[in-house]
């Protein structure tokens, strides 16, 4: 699979797929929704605990996965982004990781696979989305003590161990360790995953994708683009990019950056604009789409999609867009 992406990669620009979230919202699901049978007596309130829904209301998930595909994308991220034993404590539904996350794959690899078979000449992969917890390793919650911290680094490897594990058994393609906000937490995702191929014995490829938090042009955890990418590019990774926060026009510099040193080929799915006073997205397909153009028009990406308020109409022009231009060539080689 590995080899087959990375040659795909040098042929074209690949399109991943737009916001799960904004989707599901679209459904009004209610806290008896999010339960379903399988969470019926739980203690605690449930609603807005959209991994869960991989579990409770499958067929939703799966379509919005299968409505990405008709779209163009091809490449779908799992239903997971908080599916971690860290973020679903709290829920009180930690002890559902594994088959979370294991579920999340298998809808989407089905929904791949139906693609696949339909257009063999344009294959369809799974990306199994691992976000970055709630808790951050470097930095402390409580400004009276700045030495504490919320969660250790092998809390974290734990963590992202499980979910790593669910993802692979249920037959994603690639891990997506995404919107990283702390290079810590993703050391720790990294490390865990490394420790679960050395015990099974089986490798998948691995996406990074970091985020720019402001105009500072850094991350939460005051790194640089490029003391990101110096941090973990100690890994034969797949793809190093940047994700969320900001809008396309304004994650372009930091683009512009990973396009000028990566060794690994680059990926952008920025949000549809910056939220409204609501906190809502109102940027059009049509304009988020022109802005990605630019990144396409310098050679800056190899893979390009969407984030927080984008959708499949999205997803369907700057797939339109991003036909039309040829993908970021690896000018330095992987270590």
Do not use: W
Not at 45 to 65: A, F, V
Not at 66 to 71: E, L
Not at 129 to 145: E, K, Y
Not at 312 to 318: M, R, T
């Amino acid at each position: 699979m590995s080899n087959q992406l990375q040659e795909i990669l040098q042929e074209r620009i690949l399109v991943l797929d737009g916001a799960m979230g904004t989707l599901i919202q679209r459904h009004n699901l209610n806290e008896e929704d999010f339960r379903g049978t399988l969470l019926a007596d739980h203690r605690q309130p449930l609603k807005g605990n959209n991994d869960l829904l991989s579990l409770t209301q499958p067929e939703i998930i799966k379509e919005i996965h299968r409505t990405y595909f008709a779209a163009g994308a091809d490449i779908a991220e799992t239903n997971t982004f908080n599916a971690n034993a860290i973020s679903q404590a709290d829920y009180g539904t930690q002890h559902l990781v594994y088959e979370m996350n294991v579920a999340a794959a298998r809808l989407a690899r089905e929904a791949a696979d139906e693609f696949t078979a339909r257009e063999p000449d344009k294959p369809r992969f799974v990306a199994g989305s691992m976000g970055p917890t709630n808790r951050t390793a470097s930095l402390s919650p409580d400004v009276n003590n700045p030495g504490y911290r919320a969660v250790t680094f092998d809390e974290l490897k734990e963590a992202y161990k499980e979910q790593a594990r669910g993802l692979a058994d249920g037959g994603a393609d690639i891990l997506l360790v995404e919107t990283v906000f702390d290079t810590l937490n993703a050391k720790a995702a990294l490390f865990g995953i490394q420790e679960l191929f050395d015990e099974t014995g089986r490798q998948l490829p691995i996406m990074v994708s970091g985020t720019i938090t402001d105009a500072s042009g850094r991350t939460l955890s005051g790194q640089t683009t490029q003391a990101f990418l110096v941090s973990i590019s100690h890994v034969n990774l797949l793809s190093v990019g940047l994700n969320c926060a900001l809008g396309a026009d304004q994650l372009r510099p930091y683009l512009q950056v990973l396009g000028k040193e990566s060794p690994f080929p680059v990926s952008a799915h920025p949000n549809a604009g910056l939220p409204n006073e609501f906190g809502e997205y109102d940027q059009t397909p049509e304009l988020m789409a022109a802005q990605i153009e630019e990144y396409l028009k310098e050679g800056l990406v190899n893979i390009v999609g969407g984030c927080c308020g984008t959708t499949p109409e999205h997803i369907k022009v700057i797939a339109a867009v991003a036909a039309r231009y040829q993908p970021r060539k690896l000018e330095k080689q992987q270590a």
